[in-house]
């Protein structure tokens, strides 16, 4: 759970986003490496009193154990729910009284944590990280408490029909693998996990060989090395090993629906996508922007919201995961016009597939693209967030110089080339939840899933 104070932040907010937003090319990123060998990315800046530290164990909690789906996801909740000497009570007002946000969050590829601290409070911030990280407590109370939340949560989102077609396309896309599983649990799963279960994860799951840093704000390289140390450097130095195989997605040229007694239907459909790591990632960027991504200038939304009202939103979006890949599209419409709405999505995947873009379109996609991205880095928590992706991705420290390039580089061939490579509206898995209308489908899910 991530505490986020505003009591003493919301006098620095205003400066923060000026102090930051500036060319991502006048950033300049330093490798620092703690007295103990721990490597972060810096980005140095004392014009705010503020310090933001992200880190993540790559891996960890990316697979939890069979029938107790869930793991990663509750100790994420409760790693901040009292460590060390501090029960709940006490390590939740040290963080609001001294304004520390701290929080985790389990990914379907890592598990993250992130801190931010005014500079005159980092020693206790540090303090309080490397408690929750090395000392967590795992009260029965605590985990109680979040166990219920998480429930709650679980039952409340039976009822959304966004979340069930989530659901209903992961479950689908990866049948026995992790990335298919619902990463908070099951109603099932979660009542299973015990709190010597959250600290066999942490256990096996938080060493420095998978660990990653990035950090950004009021703090010298030296300091930060230091901290670093503090913060990680009790932590064991290898972790058990783990494997999480390669996965293509399965389910492709499927249409499911999931019944459910509304008003619209909500559609998601994709099929595989696009690696980080292909050197066509920056023309597929372009495509999708021009595809869907780009808002109301995109294609699905000029042809099925602008032209034909359809729908309130439509757009598309690539998801790059460290084993696996998608290139996907969604919106919703009213259960009368979902075939009409599915038919018009499906004629521009494919005009996408055998046009490509035009060349204005190809300008415009570049100018959005390079010219909004330093937005991006308006606050120090921005920053290190994506310094901290820059590094999960391999990309280089010179990264954020190179980036327009690569964007300015695409041609209309490339994207050409790459959207007929992605592209193949037979081979969408489609997913429609409500009482959609005009639609065939393969499969019909009574009730919703």
Not at 372 to 396: H, K, M, N, W, Y
Request: charged share 25%; glycine share 10%.
């Amino acid at each position: 759970m991530i505490a986020i104070p505003k009591r003493v932040f919301g006098a620095c907010l205003f400066l923060l986003v000026f102090a930051f937003t500036s060319p991502a090319s006048a950033i300049e990123i330093k490798r620092v490496v703690s007295p103990g060998g721990i490597e972060a990315w810096l980005v140095e800046d004392h014009k705010v009193p503020i310090i933001a530290l992200e880190w993540a164990f790559e891996g960890a909690g990316a697979s939890d154990p069979k029938g107790k789906e869930g793991l990663a996801n509750l100790a994420a909740r409760t790693l901040d729910e009292g460590a060390g000497p501090y029960d709940s009570q006490t390590f939740a007002a040290r963080l609001q009284d001294n304004a520390i946000a701290l929080g985790y969050d389990a990914g379907r590829d890592a598990f993250a944590g992130s801190l931010r601290t005014l500079s005159d409070r980092r020693d206790e911030a540090f303090e309080l990280a490397r408690l929750s990280l090395t000392e967590p407590r795992f009260d029965a109370e605590a985990v109680e408490r979040m166990r219920a939340a998480v429930l709650s949560s679980l039952r409340r989102d039976q009822a959304d029909p966004n979340y069930v077609a989530r659901r209903l396309f992961y479950s689908t896309a990866f049948p026995g693998h992790p990335y298919g599983d619902e990463i908070r649990g099951t109603l099932d799963s979660l009542p299973a996990i015990t709190p010597d279960d959250l600290r066999g994860f942490v256990k096996t799951g938080f060493a420095r060989d998978r660990l990653i840093v990035a950090a950004a704000g009021d703090i010298t390289p030296e300091d930060l090395g230091r901290a670093l140390d503090q913060v990680f450097g009790a932590l064991p130095a290898i972790s058990a090993p783990y494997t999480i195989a390669n996965v293509e997605p399965k389910g492709l040229g499927e249409t499911l629906v999931a019944t459910r007694p509304t008003a619209q239907s909500v559609m998601l459909m994709g099929q595989p996508g696009i690696k980080r790591s292909d050197p066509d990632w920056y023309a597929a960027t372009v495509m999708n922007y021009v595809l869907g991504g780009g808002g109301f200038g995109s294609r699905l939304m000029e042809e099925v919201r602008e032209k034909r009202g359809l729908s309130y939103g439509v757009y598309s979006y690539l998801i790059s995961l460290d084993h696996s890949a998608l290139v996907m599209a969604g919106g919703n419409t009213v259960n009368a016009k979902a075939g009409q709405a599915l038919d018009i999505m499906r004629q521009e995947w494919r005009r996408m597939a055998e046009q490509g873009v035009t060349e204005e379109e190809l300008a415009d996609a570049k100018t959005y693209l390079t010219g909004s991205f330093p937005l991006q880095l308006s606050s120090t928590q921005a920053i290190a967030g994506i310094l901290l992706q820059v590094r999960r991705d391999r990309l280089g420290i010179d990264y954020l110089d190179r980036r327009d390039a690569f964007i300015n580089g695409v041609t209309q061939a490339d994207v050409q080339r790459v959207a007929k490579r992605l592209l193949d509206p037979d081979r969408l898995l489609t997913v429609l939840v409500g009482r959609p209308e005009g639609v065939t489908a393969t499969r019909t899910i009574e009730g919703g899933s």
